[in-house]
């Protein structure tokens, strides 16, 4: 893989103001070990690029950019800023950020005790199809310890402690 030239094609283009150039530019930071930046560097400079096609209504952009927003890794955590970039990118049809935009109400809802029992339900096997197991298996034990004769929700319990225990053995 030649990331030198591949940068110097996506700076060109980005130049030209094709978002989506900045969007394999950032992949290509992300994945040249020899660029010759520290992590910190890397993680700005991917940061900025996302921004700059989110400003230019790029849709996976924005997507990213809420990302990043919402997990803290590659701009501080501010899940305003994530709700933001993730509702432009929802209102633009992007499936995965009307579904993170959903995942991150119910995270709210949970957060202030107003969440009911279907839309726990339904969060921890959203969080569970994100691969967030950790975080699916706290909320659907929450909802056990409330209905303990819920079947679909011990099976639930079940199934992601499997995903959690092979993913420790891998």
């Known amino acids: 893989r030649n990331y030198a030239e591949a940068r110097k094609l996506c700076e060109q283009a980005k130049q030209q103001e ?17 660029v010759g930046l520290s992590t910190k560097e890397v ?3 991917v940061h900025k690029l996302y921004k700059e096609a989110a400003c230019q209504n790029d849709a996976e952009a924005q997507f990213l950019l809420a990302k990043q927003y919402e997990t803290g890794k590659g701009a501080r955590k501010d899940l305003a800023k994530a ?4 509702k432009r990118a929802a ?6 950020a009307v579904l993170l935009l959903k995942t991150m109400e119910l995270e709210k809802k949970y957060a ?13 096997e959203e969080l569970e199809n994100q691969g967030k197991f950790k975080r699916a298996l706290v909320i659907a034990e929450d909802y056990i310890h409330k209905n303990p004769d819920n079947e679909s929700v011990r099976l639930l ?8 225990n092979s993913d420790e053995n891998d």
């Open 18 to 34: 094709y978002p989506k150039a900045c969007i394999l530019l950032a992949k290509i930071y992300l994945q040249d070990k020899e």
């Open 43 to 45: 993680s700005d400079k």
């Open 83 to 86: 709700v933001h970039w993730c």
């Open 91 to 96: 209102n633009q049809g992007l499936r995965k």
């Open 112 to 124: 202030e005790n107003t969440i009911k029992p279907p839309e726990q339900l339904q969060l921890a």
């Open 157 to 164: 319990v079940e199934r992601i402690q499997k995903k959690l």
